[in-house]
């Protein structure tokens, strides 16, 4: 492939099997390090979940332009819209909803953990499973 300076890729990996979706992800990564500018549609949300800048768009219209914590942390407006979010940053939603006092920031499945065993050790119970 050449060297763009901005290059648009249309659901680069709707239909890829899992391996070569993350080889593909590492080459995207490593020309974004070089400075080219990749702007991509998906709809996987944990591949939007690894970019620096998340546009959520419904009906032509913007909705949501910001980094990928902020706007996953509007699930019920995402939701509303049709689309799905991260799955831990569905755990930790219905975790909230339940009332348990968890970060409304999460995206990965190692801040899931992180902020799950915090909670655990925080309360007493991170010495073991009843």
Do not use: Y
């Not at 390090?33 to 991509?40: A, D, H, I, W, Y």
């Not at 009906?59 to 939701?79: N, Q, R």
């Not at 799905?84 to 940053?89: I, L, N, S």
């Not at 925080?122 to 499973?129: A, C, D, P």
């Amino acid at each position: 492939m050449h060297e763009p300076d901005i290059l648009f890729l249309d659901e680069p990996t709707s239909g890829v099997d899992p391996l070569t979706r993350r080889e593909f992800w590492l080459h995207i990564n490593s020309m974004v390090e070089k400075g080219v500018t990749v702007m991509v549609t998906t709809h996987f949300m944990d591949e939007a979940a690894a970019c620096r800048r998340v546009v959520v768009m419904d009906d032509g219209k913007i909705l949501l332009d910001a980094p990928p914590k902020e706007v996953f942390s509007h699930v019920s407006l995402l939701k509303q819209v049709g689309l799905d979010v991260p799955q831990a940053t569905e755990i930790i939603h219905e975790l909230r909803r339940s009332g348990i006092n968890l970060p409304d920031d999460i995206i990965t499945d190692e801040e899931c953990v992180e902020a799950l065993s915090s909670l655990l050790a925080s309360s007493g119970k991170g010495g073991g499973w009843a």
